[in-house]
């Protein structure tokens, strides 16, 4: 084993707890923002998947090594979705981070968008010294080169506020505090996931019709952790080609290039420039590359296609609605005013008798032709005679009726007349005049009243 690994390897064994660090850092938001916060999953038209490799400090054995995948997409017009694994070795250290996403964007005025993400996450660590070199052990997992595992579930939120170009963010990756336990017979070595914060904003401003720039900042803290910054600003042209520089506290500095192929693929290099020290000075700097494939025609635009195709039914099915509302009032307006006129009719049916015998016979057919025409509106809107013997204004008077003249052996049932506003108590419905007045006529001679009425 090289001596700089065994001194890692005994100081994090002789310690009682160590506090970790957060996720590894790397440069794939200057492409793909997602990667700073769950809130932007489906914020994009199509699926979109993104694949990272990190080198860092190259030239350092043991230096860490990071390896990112990513996918989101939208699911429905204000609802995205993604998934995240990340894998970073150092020396003889393995963290696997994976996570699921959901974001809901709420519209809260004309291209003001206030978006929200939950991320639910797992976490391996383990230590794997099976073929390390090791001189003067001091601890038993050590020398009995033991490999060590620990895994830890933990959740994240997100809140991002976007406007034309402009986007403003918080996420908290752990909103808990996890312990990864190493045992040994006489030491108990501890990793200390604290919950973590990040800060992070970015505005894409046009410059023209062919170039534009895109500067980012972004600040990460946690509890009892010094707080960690970086700039960066992308500079493209035709939004196909991009040169950028970053800035990170500590003195890093990072110059990226990339390029955009007919919007189906991206992919971004980014070298890093160390500071000088101990653990640097023979690094050959840092190198990462990202991918990005977009697949779809415009998941997005499908699914508000589908919700404008909704939106249209919606409108049709209320149209169809008021259509069907005004019709029916028409047909009640014209029962009315065939009701009116066979209450005329009747009036002048009574008034037959008292004519002279050839006026009359002429007078009665005339009413009979009336009385047929009437009989044929009627059936044309799905209306019938009905034999009414009372009528209320409250309808718990028209129940009591009911009963009442259940008790005295007459069935009688009910219909409420919106354009009179009454509750009638009908003994039977009929489809002609004639049949309505045999009826009538058989109540009258039974002592009770009743009068014919149409409805439907």
Request: charged fraction near 30%; charge should be negative.
């Given at each position: 084993m090289k001596k700089q690994g065994i001194i890692f390897i005994l100081l994090i064994s002789a310690a009682t707890m160590l506090h970790s660090q957060s996720l590894p850092l790397h440069n794939q938001y200057l492409i793909n923002k997602y990667s700073l916060s769950p809130s932007y999953a489906g914020t994009g038209d199509l699926l979109n998947i993104f694949a990272g490799y990190r080198n860092q400090w190259a030239g350092i054995k043991g230096a860490p090594i990071t390896r990112m995948f990513n996918i989101t997409a939208p699911l429905w017009p204000n609802v995205g979705v993604g998934g995240e694994i990340i894998s970073d070795q150092s020396g003889y250290f393995n963290r696997l981070y994976a996570s699921l996403s959901y974001a809901y964007h709420l519209k809260v005025a004309d291209e003001h968008t206030i978006s929200f993400g939950l991320a639910a996450k797992i976490f391996e660590h383990s230590i794997d010294i099976t073929n390390a070199i090791i001189e003067n052990p001091l601890d038993p997992i050590l020398q009995n080169r033991i490999t060590q595992n620990e895994t830890v579930l933990n959740a994240g939120a997100s809140l991002l506020y976007q406007f034309k170009g402009l986007n403003v963010g918080f996420y908290s990756p752990y909103l808990l505090n996890n312990k990864s336990r190493f045992n040994s017979e006489n030491n108990i070595n501890e990793f200390l996931l604290r919950r973590q914060y990040l800060g992070h904003a970015s505005y894409d401003i046009k410059i023209g019709?062919?170039?534009?720039?895109?500067?980012?900042?972004?600040?990460?803290?946690?509890?009892?952790?010094?707080?960690?910054?970086?700039?960066?600003?992308?500079?493209?042209?035709?939004?196909?080609?991009?040169?950028?520089?970053?800035?990170?506290?500590?003195?890093?500095?990072?110059?990226?290039?990339?390029?955009?192929?007919?919007?189906?693929?991206?992919?971004?290099?980014?070298?890093?420039?160390?500071?000088?020290?101990?653990?640097?000075?023979?690094?050959?700097?840092?190198?990462?590359?990202?991918?990005?494939?977009?697949?779809?025609?415009?998941?997005?635009?499908?699914?508000?296609?589908?919700?404008?195709?909704?939106?249209?039914?919606?409108?049709?099915?209320?149209?169809?609605?008021?259509?069907?509302?005004?019709?029916?009032?028409?047909?009640?307006?014209?029962?009315?005013?065939?009701q009116q006129r066979l209450e005329e009719l009747e009036l002048?049916?009574?008034?037959?008798?008292?004519?002279?015998?050839?006026?009359?016979?002429?007078?009665?057919?005339?009413?009979?032709?009336?009385?047929?025409?009437?009989?044929k509106k009627l059936k044309e809107v799905g209306g019938q005679f009905f034999v009414v013997v009372e009528a209320f204004k409250i309808p718990?008077?028209?129940q009591k009726s009911i009963e009442l003249w259940a008790l005295k052996g007459l069935e009688v049932k009910m219909i409420y007349n919106e354009v009179r506003e009454f509750y009638y108590i009908y003994v039977g419905k009929y489809a002609t005049y004639n049949d309505a007045q045999k009826v009538k006529a058989t109540l009258k001679e039974n002592g009770i009243f009743g009068w014919i009425y149409l409805w439907k």
């Open positions: 019709d062919k170039f534009g720039i895109e500067p980012f900042a972004i600040v990460r803290f946690s509890e009892k952790a010094p707080l960690n910054f970086e700039f960066a600003s992308l500079f493209k042209y035709n939004n196909q080609y991009w040169f950028g520089a970053s800035y990170r506290k500590e003195g890093a500095l990072a110059l990226s290039a990339g390029l955009n192929l007919n919007n189906q693929m991206v992919l971004n290099y980014t070298y890093e420039m160390l500071a000088v020290n101990k653990l640097t000075g023979n690094s050959n700097g840092t190198h990462e590359i990202n991918l990005g494939i977009y697949i779809g025609k415009g998941i997005k635009k499908l699914k508000k296609d589908v919700l404008a195709v909704t939106k249209t039914t919606q409108e049709d099915m209320k149209k169809l609605k008021e259509d069907t509302k005004k019709e029916q009032e028409k047909q009640k307006a014209k029962l009315e005013i065939m002048e049916m009574a008034n037959v008798k008292t004519m002279a015998e050839e006026d009359r016979a002429k007078k009665q057919e005339e009413i009979d032709e009336e009385l047929l025409d009437i009989e718990e008077n028209a």
